[in-house]
Nanobody, 122 residues
Framework: QVQLVESGGGSVQAGGSLRLSCAVSGNTYSRYCMGWIRQAPQKERESVAQVDSLSTTLYADSVKGRFTISRDNAKNALYLEMTTLKPEDTGMYYC????????????????WGQGTQVTVSS
């Protein structure tokens, strides 16, 4: 069973930055597609960013140029660097993993973390 644990959320003012981290258990991490998914209040979940086993990335249009997803396979870790944050970035951010090796851009992930809250005030 794969476990994912997010950290790094918090409250910031608009224009600020945060870095989210996700620790992933298991010894096949490098083969997973990994993603950050967020859910804003009263809205559906949306994919923010995804990175495949070759470190090819996909971003939602709303975060392109502001967010950077990266992975460290040696540490079984996933990161999301968020800059120039906006109030509309507020939500619960989930780390998710999907078996092998490419990302589809959808929400079809096999494993999910519990989430970390990000709140951006204007």
């Amino acid at each position: 069973q794969v476990q994912l644990v997010e950290s790094g959320g918090g409250s910031v003012q608009a224009g600020g930055s945060l870095r989210l981290s996700c620790a992933v258990s298991g010894n096949t991490y490098s083969r997973y597609c990994m993603g950050w998914i967020r859910q804003a209040p009263q809205k559906e979940r949306e994919s923010v960013a995804q990175v495949d086993s070759l470190s090819t990335t996909l971003y939602a249009d709303s975060v392109k140029g502001r967010f950077t997803i990266s992975r460290d396979n040696a540490k079984n870790a996933l990161y999301l660097e968020m800059t120039t944050l906006k109030p509309e970035d507020t939500g619960m951010y989930y780390c998710a993993a999907k078996h092998g090796p490419y990302c589809s851009g959808t929400l079809a992930f096999d494993y999910w973390g519990q989430g970390t809250q990000v709140t951006v005030s204007s």
